[in-house]
């Protein structure tokens, strides 16, 4: 049985699982149910002070009764990754309690061909992940025996590769008992970043984050891989999930085509921040979205 540790805990969010439960009850209690069920949510990654209250806002629209197995599809931060990868864990802990990782359709996935795998410390390393365990814990503790998880490791997707792996994973996301979470922040902004663009039009630097984070939000709320994908072309967005959530439209639009059984779909973003408001060039900030998306 090989175990991912938390290795984030304690530092990225605390290691005491009543200061977290605490603390995660209380951001979950101040957002609103007002698009849910959630088959699928995108939410943010870092430290749970900067964004953790963003979070609530996606985790706050599912309903943990009907789920039964949890994706989590997050970016590779440290390696570089032309495809997707799979854990070489069973369990992976959190403060919390520990979370399954479902065998079966990690065997059927490698069936396809399309995953590697990733080691224990490159697993480790990575924050994208981890970041959303807590929550899924927290909202999933009263049915703590009968749910599984599927951590996948985005790689730097090509569109053709986005839509392939959004075909693999469709099937999947028209199961009402499947969750997706799709793990990024929106626009980093500022020289460390190497990303400074700034419209004057659109007023102080921050407005003009804010706009251009909107207009990519816009996009993503349309449903169209392929707008989505000119949009980071023309402004070359830092939206570090941006393969994830490519991958996310990519499965939507393969459930589109197939008739995706007479369902409507919809997602909407409920909460948007920035870690602070840069006023000068020499100033960086990190923004923060939730979103929901529904088959009606």
């Not at 994706?71 to 979370?99: E, M, N, Q």
């Not at 065997?107 to 807590?134: C, K, R, V, Y």
Request: charged content about 20%; overall charge neutral.
């Amino acid at each position: 049985m090989a175990v991912r540790r938390a290795s984030h805990s304690g530092s990225w969010y605390s290691d005491s699982a009543k200061e977290l439960g605490k603390q995660l009850e209380t951001w979950l209690n101040t957002a609103d149910l007002t698009h849910g069920p959630a088959r699928a949510i995108i939410a943010p990654h870092a430290g749970y002070q900067y964004c953790g209250a963003c979070s609530g806002f996606a985790y706050r629209q599912v309903s943990p009764v009907v789920v039964r197995r949890v994706f989590i599809l997050g970016p590779s931060h440290h390696v570089r990754l032309g495809g997707c990868a799979l854990s070489t864990a069973t369990k992976y802990c959190t403060p919390l309690y520990d979370l399954r990782i479902d065998t079966q359709v990690y065997a059927d996935m490698e069936a396809t061909g399309q995953f590697e795998w990733m080691n224990m410390s490159m697993d480790e390393d990575e924050h994208s992940i981890e970041m959303h365990l807590p929550y899924i814990a927290k909202i999933m503790e009263d049915f703590k025996d009968s749910f599984t998880i599927v951590p996948v490791l985005v790689g730097s997707l090509t569109p053709e590769k986005e839509a392939m792996y959004g075909r693999v994973f469709s099937r999947y996301l028209a199961d009402p008992q499947n969750l997706f979470v799709i793990s990024s922040d929106f626009c980093h902004w500022g020289h460390r970043f190497r990303y400074t663009y700034y419209d004057r039009n659109w007023g102080e630097i921050y407005q003009s984050i804010q706009t251009l984070d909107r207009t990519g939000m816009d996009i993503i709320e349309t449903l169209n891989p392929a707008t989505f994908t000119e949009y980071l072309k023309k402004f070359g967005n830092t939206i570090c999930g941006r393969h994830p959530i490519g991958v996310l439209l990519q499965a939507v639009q393969s459930l589109q085509k197939s008739g995706n059984n007479g369902h409507k779909m919809s997602l909407k973003f409920l909460k948007y921040a920035q870690s602070n408001q840069c006023c000068s060039m020499n100033d960086s900030s990190v923004s923060y979205a939730a979103a929901a998306l529904t088959f009606e």
